[in-house]
């Protein structure tokens, strides 16, 4: 026999998605760093609109844009990933979540 699988209860909160998660430690490491969109924009090569559609988790950016962004911020990719990954384990993230359709 193999493992039990556990589904989610499908009345509990929807979790947010990877994309929010993303959105959300870019934004908080930014401004931590006390550093503008626009500082950070130019160093990843990215426009000032689009980080900030990032940050709202609105875009689904590519990983070449997340590394540079992280890059722009002095994190590696590596060190971006497990952050979100800490961050949806534990829940804690606020604000919007969209559903996937």
């Given at each position: 026999m193999g493992d039990v699988v556990a589904f989610p209860d499908k009345k509990s909160d929807p979790e947010p998605l990877w994309r929010e998660a993303v959105?959300?430690?870019l934004r908080e490491e930014r401004r931590t760093a006390e550093r503008t969109l626009a500082d950070v924009a130019t160093d990843a090569g990215v426009s000032t609109q689009y980080l900030s559609e990032v940050e709202?988790?609105?875009?689904?950016?590519?990983?070449?844009?997340?590394?540079?962004?992280?890059g722009a911020l002095g994190l590696r990719l590596v060190d971006l990933t497990t952050?979100?990954?800490?961050?949806?384990?534990?829940?804690?993230?606020?604000g919007p979540v969209a559903l996937a359709a």
């Open positions: 959105g959300h430690e709202r988790g609105l875009k689904e950016p590519s990983s070449e844009v997340l590394g540079a962004v992280a952050r979100v990954s800490r961050r949806l384990a534990t829940g804690r993230i606020s």
